[in-house]
């Protein structure tokens, strides 16, 4: 019996021992993923300033053709009535 209990002692020491192991191993996992985390968020930040800043310069470019449209369109000339078929032209 006495040799039983030393066993069950060695064993319960190194549960002891082995308990705190196994907290610094999850917290290196966790400092790990926390690292992973980081980098992931930092490279997906870095392509979504890339994506929206081009999506803004289209948005520029494209309000700034329109700008340019609606002032030539102002400058040009009225259109010439076109004649009708009857050749006379045609009046609204």
């Known amino acids: 019996m006495v040799e039983l209990a030393d066993v069950l002692e060695r064993f319960l020491q190194l549960v ?10 999850n917290l290196f996992a966790a400092q790990a993923e926390l690292a992973y985390l980081r980098t992931y968020s930092d490279v997906y ?5 890339a994506y929206t800043e081009g999506i803004l310069r289209g948005i520029e470019e494209w309000e700034r053709k329109e700008a340019i449209s609606i002032e030539d369109a102002t400058q040009m000339p009225p259109i010439a009535a076109l004649p009708m078929s009857d050749g006379n032209a045609h009046h609204r």
């Open 16 to 25: 002891v021992i082995a308990e705190p192991l196994a907290h610094v191993i």
């Open 45 to 49: 930040r870095a392509h979504l300033k």
